[in-house]
């Protein structure tokens, strides 16, 4: 039925396609939005201040992407730890345009294997995926070695109408709202979100196809791929045959505004229970607004995981709101406020008897980031260098309290390093300024 339903969403569109702007940006932006992680998209004008390198190759166009944090984080209460690690990764992409036809290769890598340890970072309240054989609780996984290896192809049919395919051996299918890694909400934030496994987690999959059309201010795709979680060594490939599958709406308000829709079953998913799918659901709207120092970038995302096939209910819902302010060219202030819920797997913690309990949901966690970051003066003005902290304080339900504490808090200080970019430049050029 779902699958039925999909095609016929995708089958609707092609027989109502309306008036679609000319692609201006090949690779970069289309007549939505900013190209985000996989074929998620981001506000148009987020483009202007993208960290981006943009340097022509001939006929083709080389981007280049990348982030990298030195983090040290010390957390308060009976489960937390203290912890230097480094969340990084790079994404270096190529395109080309003739004509009508754009061709772009994307690779996304991070040495998260070697650079946080033990398979896992302390980060209170969280959990997903496994470490030793083991549920993470109270800790979020590295991510893997190879993050992406993909193409997209796009077809413009005329200049109202605009095809695509887009896929390969490790890509993202069309679920959910851009990745935390990627948006511009989430920029200055060197940790994960605790709603990752409700909202963006599939950001990491293999063997995605996935089919899409843009008409006017719309964009509709549908996607195959595993759905098996990356296992826990993460320096290898895993691979197999798609067995998941997904579609998304996203709708262009203006230059400044976009929200998504989008439902996917997950098939196999969790290493632990690999019998269970799961239906997951999800919503974000991202506001972009540029003033003359600097931006202000949010985004407000809903997820929501149905476990199928169980005799228990089931069901984990996330919210999460993030914004981030550059102002004054060089300073950064940001937040992420988040609701949770959480399953039973925090009680036993990382335990034997966590494999057996059942992940029936026990309460919501809040959990409340402020953060505040600067660039740092360097000599080279093709990287920037910035230092900040962010301190979270969360919010306990009753039956975790004797676990955690009343009030449990986590203190991140960091440094950040990513390249300049120079997308305002490019694209000034190429609208005449």
């Known amino acids: 039925m779902y699958v039925k339903c999909t095609l016929a969403m995708v089958l609707l569109l092609f027989a109502n396609i309306a008036a679609a702007q000319q692609m201006s940006m090949p690779g970069m932006e289309n007549s939505v939005g900013y190209f985000s992680s996989g074929t998620s998209l981001e506000p148009k004008n987020t483009g202007e201040t993208a960290p981006m390198v943009h340097k022509p190759i001939g006929s083709w166009t080389l981007l280049f992407h990348a982030n990298s944090f030195l983090v040290d984080i010390q957390q308060s209460g009976p489960r937390g730890f203290d912890k230097m690690f480094a969340p990084n990764w790079l994404m270096p992409m190529i395109v080309r345009q003739s004509g009508r036809h754009t061709l772009m290769f994307r690779t996304m890598f991070s040495l998260e294997p070697a650079t946080v340890t033990e398979r896992r970072y302390p980060l209170l309240f969280q959990s997903g995926e496994t470490a030793f054989g083991l549920p993470v609780v109270d800790g979020q996984h590295p991510h893997d070695l190879i993050m992406e290896i993909s193409g997209r192809y796009d077809f413009n049919v005329s200049e109202r109408t605009q095809l695509y395919v887009y896929g390969g051996p490790v890509a993202e299918p069309a679920l959910g709202p851009p990745a935390f890694p990627h948006r511009a909400s989430a920029s200055e934030n060197p940790l994960a979100v605790l709603g990752h496994h ?43 045959a798609p067995n998941s599958f997904s579609s998304r709406l996203t709708v262009a308000a203006s230059g400044n505004l976009v929200g998504q829709f989008s439902m996917g079953r997950i098939n196999n998913r969790e290493a632990l229970e690999p019998n269970l799918d799961t239906l997951r659901t999800t919503a974000s709207v991202i506001h972009y607004k540029r003033f003359s120092s600097g931006y202000v970038a949010s985004s407000l995302i809903w997820g929501r995981n149905k476990d199928m096939e169980s005799h228990e209910r089931r069901i984990f819902n996330a919210y999460t709101l993030e914004s981030t302010v550059n102002f004054l060219t060089k300073n950064w202030a940001w937040t992420r406020i988040e609701n949770v819920d959480r399953d039973q797997t925090l009680v036993t913690g990382e335990t034997h008897e966590a ?69 305002a430049q490019h694209m000034r050029m190429m609208h005449g300024h």
Do not use: C
């Open 198 to 240: 409700q909202e963006d987690s599939t950001h990491i999959s293999n063997n995605v196809v996935t089919l899409g059309v843009i008409s006017g201010p719309v964009q509709l795709e549908a996607s195959t791929f595993r759905g098996t979680e990356p296992n826990e060594n993460r320096w290898n490939f895993d691979g197999g």
């Open 355 to 423: 494999v057996h309990v059942g992940e029936e949901p026990i309460g919501r966690v809040q959990a409340f980031t402020f953060g505040y970051g600067r660039d740092l003066p360097v000599p080279w003005s093709s990287v920037k260098l910035g230092l900040g902290v962010q301190a979270s304080v969360y919010g306990v339900p009753p039956v975790l309290k004797p676990l955690y504490g009343d009030r449990p808090t986590g203190v991140a200080f960091f440094l950040r390093l990513r390249p300049a970019g120079n997308m």
